[in-house]
Nanobody, 127 residues
Framework: QLEVVESGGGLVQPGGSLRLSCTDS????????IGWFRQVPGKEREGVSC????????DYAASVKGRFTISRDNAKNTVYLQVDSLKPEDTAVYYC????????????????????WGKGTLVTVSS
């Protein structure tokens, strides 16, 4: 069973950047489409971005399109979420999740499609 782990969160000023990472120390992520989600206390978990198994297809929520970039390096067994031009409303716990059933070339930002979840990394955007 996958145990995905997120890292890279922190405190950043508005307009700043972070690179979030998602990896698993025991199993390869290359077999899975990966989604990034975020959640603020009291609100539903929101799909932010996703990437297909081979990295050829990506998708983004409208709220982050043009500011966030998802990528994967299967040789390093890591999926990245580059978050730029951060806004205070981007403050949330960011989760990485793996989808075991996505067809090749597709990915999902629907949390119900995910099979394995990390524990999250906190991103705080504040001056």
């Amino acid at each position: 069973q996958l145990e995905v782990v997120e890292s890279g969160g922190g405190l950043v000023q508005p307009g700043g950047s972070l690179r979030l990472s998602c990896t698993d120390s025991r199993f390869t992520l290359a077999h899975y489409a990966i989604g990034w989600f975020r959640q603020v206390p009291g609100k539903e978990r929101e799909g932010v971005s996703c990437i297909s198994r081979d990295g050829g297809s990506t998708d983004y929520a409208a709220s982050v399109k043009g500011r966030f970039t998802i990528s994967r390096d299967n040789a390093k067994n890591t999926v990245y979420l580059q978050v730029d031009s951060l806004k205070p409303e981007d403050t949330a716990v960011y989760y990485c999740a793996a989808d075991n059933t996505a067809f090749q070339g597709l990915c999902s930002m629907n949390s119900r499609d995910m099979d394995y979840w990390g524990k999250g990394t906190l991103v705080t955007v504040s001056s």
